[in-house]
């Protein structure tokens, strides 16, 4: 059974920093890319980075320069450390496993950037 579970999330402050964390079980983690989401109350979810099995990284352009995603293979676990956050940047955050043929979601946890 596959499972994604996202820890990490809550309320900070704005300019405040949270590092949210994916601990992946049931798939071999280090064959699946990486990519975090999220989704603010009435807009679409949407991507904010992701990292290939090789470490290579990519981010959407309002979390350029503020956030960063990072693997740890032999903890088959993806992070995302946010810095300076804003208001803006709030929303359920999902972690999603990918590979060509197979994609899996966590079930999200809920960042709030409000003073």
């Known amino acids: 059974q596959v499972q994604l579970v996202e820890s990490g999330g809550g309320l900070v402050q704005p300019g405040g920093s949270l590092r949210l964390s994916c601990a992946a079980s049931g798939i071999s983690f280090n064959i699946y890319a990486m990519a975090w989401y999220r989704q603010a109350p009435g807009k679409q979810r949407e991507l904010v980075a992701t990292?290939?099995?090789?470490?290579?990284?990519n981010y959407a352009d309002p979390v350029k320069g503020r956030f960063t995603i990072s693997r740890d293979n032999a903890k088959n676990t993806v992070y995302l450390q946010m810095n300076s956050l804003k208001p803006d940047d709030t929303a359920a955050y999902y972690c999603n496993a990918y590979s060509n043929v197979f994609s899996y979601w966590g079930q999200g946890t809920q960042v709030t950037v409000s003073s």
């Open positions: 990292i290939t099995t090789g470490g290579r990284t």
